[in-house]
C-alpha cells in the first residue's frame, strides 16, 4: 500500500511539474536580452519579460533595426512581444547662414536677382528664376562661390 501511495504521489509530482513547464520570465528575460546583445547592429535595446511576455523599451537607429529586435527577443518559450522601442529622428539639416549670403550676393552681383540658394541641403540648392539662356553662367557662378562644391539646381528659366 505504501508503495503504491508513493508512486502516485510520485508520479503527480512528475505531472505536476510537466504541467508548470517552461522557463521562468527571469530565464526568458536573460535569453531574449543575450539574443539582443549578440547582434552587433542592435544597440539601446531594454528587454522586461512579465508571465512569458517579452517588452522591448529603448532607442534604435531605424525601423530594421526595430524589426530585429522584436524578432530576436522571441526566444523559445516567450508568448508575444510587446515592441515599444522608438526609432532615432534623423537629423535636422541645418542651414549655413555664411554660405548661403556668400553665394547669393556672388548671383546678384552677376545680375541673378531673382535666385536663392538653400544651403541646408546636400549639395546645397539653388532656387527662383534665371534669364533665359543663363543657366549654365548662373549654375558656374553659384559654385565658385560654393567653394567649386556642386550646387543642385531647381531655378526655373524666366519666360
Request: with cysteine; proline share 4%; charged share 30%.
Amino acid at each position: 500500500m505504501k508503495i503504491k501511495l508513493l508512486t502516485v504521489v510520485s508520479l503527480m509530482v512528475v505531472l505536476f511539474l510537466g504541467a508548470c513547464g517552461g522557463k521562468s520570465d527571469a530565464d526568458l528575460q536573460s535569453a531574449a536580452d543575450k539574443a539582443i546583445k549578440g547582434d552587433t547592429t542592435i544597440s539601446g535595446v531594454t528587454v522586461a519579460v512579465k508571465d512569458g511576455v517579452a517588452t522591448i523599451t529603448g532607442e534604435v537607429k531605424d525601423a530594421a533595426a526595430k524589426a530585429k529586435a522584436e524578432q530576436l527577443a522571441k526566444v523559445e518559450g516567450v508568448k508575444s512581444v510587446k515592441n515599444d522601442l522608438t526609432v532615432t529622428p534623423p537629423p535636422t539639416a541645418k542651414t549655413d547662414p555664411a554660405l548661403k549670403a556668400k553665394i547669393e550676393e556672388a548671383l546678384k552681383k552677376k545680375g541673378y536677382d531673382k535666385l536663392e540658394i538653400d544651403t541646408s541641403t546636400t549639395p546645397a540648392t539653388m532656387r527662383g528664376t534665371y534669364p533665359k539662356g543663363k543657366l549654365a553662367e548662373a549654375m558656374q557662378t553659384a559654385q565658385v562661390a560654393n567653394g567649386g562644391k556642386p550646387v543642385k539646381n531647381e531655378a526655373t528659366e524666366a519666360k
